[in-house]
């Protein structure tokens, strides 16, 4: 089992930045990879961003690559997303998901990622 709470999320303007973060409580955290995913009203959850269980590897979604990036401290039991020159349609609610199906390819849809957050909400004005 995994436990994922998600943190950071706030009202920013355009062009501005924020850091989320998500705290991983279970199974050993450096054992999978995760997984970024965000939602807005109406539409499907999309794919942000993934790490490999070392950090080594990462792979984002064209929509946020330049401006989006991922991350992880193992022995923090964490994983951030930092981004920067936020746009009003990054607005969404943001998932943390934990992919423990042990996979060197990373995955890219919801239904692959095994645990979730309760999400925390991002709100960029223009």
């Known amino acids: 089992q995994v436990q994922l709470v998600e943190s950071g999320g706030g009202l920013v303007q355009a062009g501005g930045s924020l850091r989320l973060s998500c705290a991983a409580s279970?199974?050993?955290?450096?054992?999978?990879?995760m997984g970024w995913f965000r939602q807005a009203p109406g539409k499907e959850r999309e794919f942000v961003a993934a790490i490999s269980w070392s950090g080594a590897r990462t792979y984002y979604a064209d929509s946020v690559k330049g401006r989006v990036t991922i991350s992880r401290v193992n022995a923090k039991n964490t994983v951030y997303l930092q981004m920067n020159s936020l746009k009003p349609e990054d607005t969404a609610v943001y998932y943390c998901?934990?992919?423990?199906?042990?996979?060197?390819?990373?995955?890219?849809?919801?239904?692959?990622?095994?645990?979730w957050g309760q999400g925390t909400q991002v709100t960029v004005s223009s």
């Open positions: 279970g199974r050993t955290f450096s054992s999978y990879a």
């Open positions: 998901a934990a992919d423990v199906s042990g996979s060197y390819h990373f995955s890219l849809t919801a239904h692959e990622y095994d645990y």
